[in-house]
T-cell receptor, first 116, second 111 residues
Framework: GDSVTQMEGPVTLSEEAFLTINCTYT??????LFWYVQYPGEGLQLLLK???ADDKGSNKGFEATYRKETTSFHLEKGSVQVSDSAVYFC???????????????WGLGTSLAVNP | NAGVTQTPKFRVLKTGQSMTLLCAQD?????MYWYRQDPGMGLRLIHY???????AKGEVPDGYNVSRLKKQNFLLGLESAAPSQTSVYFC??????????FGPGTRLTVL
């Protein structure tokens, strides 16, 4: 079945460091890909998404490019801040097979801590 | 526009007690979901609904029941709580774009 694999955390960085969180997927259809962020004590919120190959999603300085050839959707940010400390989740939705349930397949999450 | 709200925010139960978690959304979304989040296990889908009056099982449905009598509300029930149901519960909703919108969560402890 479809699946998402994220790099394990926790990831600890100093402020202004470069961030990469790896995400790879397996899917038999044509998935949309998502990154969600969960700040401490809160629910998840959409960070960015991409709906087709070579699309780049971006938001709040974060970027991720939908790479069909490597089945990847790695999250990057050039200069992290303390306020970026959160858990990041990669997810996919296979629109071709979603039928009428619109479910997302989730990675396990990667915890990021940014130190001042 | 409140988005997705969850009631209550915190709850402590004793083993064997019952309770209902309420999820409400004001975005007119057809699809709604209940997840549980446990350390190291990510999000696991409990039950979901594709429209008013419908429900379906997710990955971990045992010990839970749900109802979707109104489009804007999705209720999660625990008939006889067990310590293994100690978790953080999230409700989410979506429309045709597949982007899911989450509530703030309910932190449940079963003693």
């Amino acid at each position: 079945g479809d699946s998402v694999t994220q790099m394990e955390g926790p990831v600890t960085l100093s402020e202004e460091a470069f961030l990469t969180i790896n995400c790879t997927y397996t899917a038999t259809g044509y998935p949309s890909l998502f990154w969600y962020v969960q700040y401490p004590g809160e629910g998840l919120q959409l960070l960015l998404k991409a709906t087709k190959a070579d699309d780049k999603g971006s938001n709040k300085g974060f970027e991720a490019t939908y790479r069909k050839e490597t089945t990847s959707f790695h999250l990057e940010k050039g200069s992290v801040q303390v306020s970026d400390s959160a858990v990041y989740f990669c997810a996919l939705s296979d629109q071709a097979r979603a039928g009428n349930n619109r479910k997302l397949i989730w990675g396990l999450g990667t915890s990021l801590a940014v130190n001042p | 526009n409140a988005g997705v709200t969850q009631t209550p925010k915190f709850r402590v139960l004793k083993t064997g007690q019952s309770m209902t978690l309420l999820c409400a959304q004001d975005m007119n979304h057809e699809y709604m979901y209940w997840y549980r989040q446990d350390p190291g296990m990510g999000l696991r889908l409990i039950h979901y609904s594709v429209g008013e009056g419908t429900t379906a099982k997710g990955e971990v449905p045992d010990g839970y029941n749900v109802s979707r009598l109104k489009k804007q509300n999705f209720l999660l029930g625990l008939e006889s709580a067990a310590p293994s149901q100690t978790s953080v519960y999230f409700c989410a909703s979506t429309t045709m774009t597949d982007t899911q919108y989450f509530g703030p969560g309910t932190r449940l402890t079963v003693l």
